[in-house]
């Protein structure tokens, strides 16, 4: 038995074996028909395998094979007694050895125990042993590629190595199983077979993952399609084969489609399978993320409440499916301005994972990440820092350095250094970020293009504006090619590019791009949408730059009129658009009005953000600067007191914030003649921007 482990473990990892592979297979194993396949290829290792009269492992042959292992010090047992590892030189040699059918057998028997553990179950330990299972299936597949072993397709093993990489975020493993098993099926049960169906549709959850949304469109339309004809319009195959679609529809952000889609197998869902069906709850929280995805956050709100209360009752609080309902609600919280109630479902929900799932699971992760975001938004960035390095570091430790997740905390950690003000920072993990979203990806996966997105901003935070223009104009180029250009991603990416060319004084050409990015948002979006709004605020901007303030007031008044109806009053970017109005009455001397409009600002800033706010500390200082204008210097002096030593407090003394603060201050005692604490200040100011380049 001692041996012939050894040969097993010689075709897994190395590294991480753990006993519960075992303990899966064996009980697996058990439930299958004498004749199975999987049993014939385990062959002599079955004694390993076997269980007792109620169906669970029996480990005797097991623990006295290791033991023996032990005792010669081929492998080593972890303090729990559960986890194993062999030398690399021991593991190799335990290859070396075998002759070219025994590691073809040996390789059979290791895959067979591998698939076995793997079961199409959705509880957390089963994603949690899925996990375990990534390394040992690539080494295994590695040595055959070294060793030159011809494999035989096998269905079931095919099918469910297949899922452990889609599970994982490793597309390209999964796509190379993925297109197999389809076309096996297709061959040997037909077109139309039910399981044919099933890896059709589980290709296109793989190309749908791979932003290749055309690919999965195609297929999941020919799914759709047999589904209906062979099943029926109501089976609950076809409404899942609905709900796929819709979900892709809503990556190429044709979200009316999509909502379409979604109200057809809500309708039916609740019909056939019941208000209460797993399945209709999943049908409302994919409607909910659309209206999400449109803006209409009261509607999301309306039907993310349902089902969070629903899952509470069936599954308990406590459940995985609960507390995905609770994350989507404070999602919607989070879009609507309203972070301290984001806040308090996104602790519950991180406390929950923690104690249920356990610190490292990956849900558990996206959690603190989550909460990490709302963090930022409330400018308390040291703690989203604290917690976007953990997340990032727990990550790399886990899923490893090239998961999809791990790339999304780098770009989260980024996120937060650059409200920081530190730019090199963001920059270089910005740039790891891209570089291995390129390699592991794709150049053309929309992940690598939101990437270089990002970086561009932090180029033009820089000012450093031809690298953001190359950038921008790159990234837009490959997102009209890839997605299209009315896709909001690529609206996105003009949206950009014009803020680059405003930010030169390029005015014509960011008038030019914003007007198209307006045009197309009112057709496709709608007019009332938030991303509609934000394109009209940016045009206004840019017609303020060229000092055609009459075109942009009536452009920011019909903005903040709309924003105030759709959004609410209190809503952050309600208060943005006050504030944009109010320095186009700066701009044409309209002064009592705009300080009318930047004291209810404020107000309202102090009351739903904080004093401490970053956004609270920019009104702020809008104000002094306002005074600063009308000749109101002390007013505008105490005001800058107070913006400069809160910011220094909160923001840091180098921040770029707390500097341009300094430079205010400074700039009111010019004002005033006090050129001995102007000058102090200015020379503070420029060493600082000096230290901060070098």
């Known amino acids: 038995m001692a041996i012939m482990i050894l040969q097993i473990f010689a075709f897994m990892h190395y590294e991480s074996i753990d006993e519960s592979i075992f303990r899966h297979a064996a009980e697996e194993l058990n439930m299958l028909n004498e004749r199975s396949q999987l049993l014939q290829i385990v062959g002599s290792a079955e004694r390993l395998l076997c269980c007792d009269k109620n169906g669970r492992w029996d480990k005797f042959y097991f623990r006295m094979g290791i033991q023996i292992l032990q005792s010669f010090s081929l492998i080593k047992r972890s303090s729990c007694g559960k ?125 749908r993952n791979q932003g290749r949304w055309n690919e999965a469109e195609q297929l999941e339309i020919q799914v759709l399609d047999m589904s209906k004809r062979i099943l029926g319009e109501e089976h609950p195959d076809t409404l899942i084969s609905m709900g796929c679609l819709a979900a892709t529809y809503r990556k190429q952000g044709r979200w009316n489609e999509a ?16 208000e209460e069906h797993p399945h209709t709850l999943r049908g409302m929280a994919n409607l909910a993320a ?105 990550r790399k430790r886990i899923l490893g350095k090239e998961h999809p997740d791990t790339l999304t905390g780098m770009a989260n950690l980024a996120a937060i250094y650059r409200y920081q003000g530190r730019w090199n920072e963001a920059e270089q993990l910005e740039i790891q970020v891209l570089d291995m979203s390129k390699r592991i990806l794709g150049e053309e996966h929309p992940d690598t293009l939101t990437g270089m997105d990002r970086l561009a901003a932090i180029y033009r935070n820089q ?44 005015w014509n050409k960011a008038e030019q791009l914003e007007i198209q990015v307006l045009d197309i948002r009112k057709k496709i979006l709608g007019e009332e949408h938030p991303d509609t709004l934000r394109g009209m605020a940016n045009l206004a901007a840019t ?38 109005l ?63 030593d809160m910011s220094k407090r909160i923001l840091g003394e180098e921040h770029p914030d707390t500097l341009n603060s300094m430079s205010y201050l400074a700039a009111t005692y010019r004002d005033q003649g006090r050129w001995n604490e102007a000058e102090q200040l200015e020379i503070q100011v420029l060493d600082m921007r000096k230290k901060m380049l070098e």
Not at 138 to 162: H, M, Q, T
Not at 570 to 575: A, I, Q, S, V, W
């Open 543 to 580: 017609y303020r730059y060229q000092r055609r303030w009459n075109e942009a007031e009536q452009l920011e008044i019909q903005v903040l009129n709309m924003s105030k109806r759709i959004l609410g009053e209190e809503h952050p970017d309600t208060l943005t658009n006050m504030a944009n």
């Open 259 to 274: 909502e379409q889609l979604e109200i057809q197998v809500l309708d039916m869902s609740k019909r056939i399978l019941g």
């Open 83 to 207: 986890i194993f590892s062999v030398h690399p030189l021991i593991h190799s040699w335990s290859r070396d050895r075998l002759s070219h059918l025994e590691h073809y057998m040996n390789f059979c028997r290791g895959t067979a125990i591998l698939s076995c553990s793997v079961t199409f179950s959705y509880g957390i330990q089963d994603y949690i042993t899925r996990q375990k299972l990534i390394p040992h299936i690539k080494a295994s597949y590695e040595y055959v590629a070294e060793l030159e072993i011809d494999k035989e397709y096998d269905d079931n093993i095919y099918s469910k190595f297949g899922l452990v990489f889609r599970e994982n975020g490793d597309w390209r493993e999964a796509e190379k199983l993925d297109v197999e098993v389809m076309m096996r099926r297709k061959n040997v049960l037909g077109q139309e077979h039910p399981d044919t169906l099933t890896s059709m549709s589980n290709l296109a959850t793989t190309y």
């Open 463 to 506: 000012e450093r504006w031809k690298e953001a223009e190359q950038l921008g104009i790159q990234v837009l180029d490959m997102k009209k090619k890839i997605v299209g250009q009315e896709h909001p991603s690529t609206l996105t990416g003009m949206a950009n590019l014009a803020a680059t060319y405003r930010n030169q004084g390029r």
């Open 290 to 394: 659309i209206y999400r995805n449109q803006g209409r956050w009261n509607k999301a709100e309306q039907l993310e409440i349902q089902v969070l209360d629903m899952s509470k009752r069936i599954f308990g609080e406590e459940h995985p499916h609960t507390l995905n309902s609770m994350i989507n609600l404070a999602a919607t919280y989070r879009n609507q301005g309203r972070w301290n109630e984001a806040e308090q479902l996104e602790i519950q929900v991180l406390d929950m994972s923690k104690r249920i799932l356990g610190e490292e699971h990956p849900d558990t992760l996206n959690s603190m990440g989550h909460l990490a975001a709302t963090y930022r938004d409330q400018g308390r960035w040291n703690e989203a820092e604290q917690l976007g390095v953990q997340v990032l570091d727990m």
């Open 582 to 644: 109010a320095a186009t009455y700066t701009n044409q001397g309209r002064w009592n009005e705009a300080v009318q409009l930047v004291i209810q600002v404020l107000d309202m800033s102090k009351r739903i953000f904080g004093e401490e706010h970053p956004d609270t500390l920019n009104s702020t200082s809008y104000l002094a600067a306002i005074y600063r204008n009308q000749r109101k210097w002390n007013k505008a002096e105490q005001l800058e007191i107070q913006v400069l």
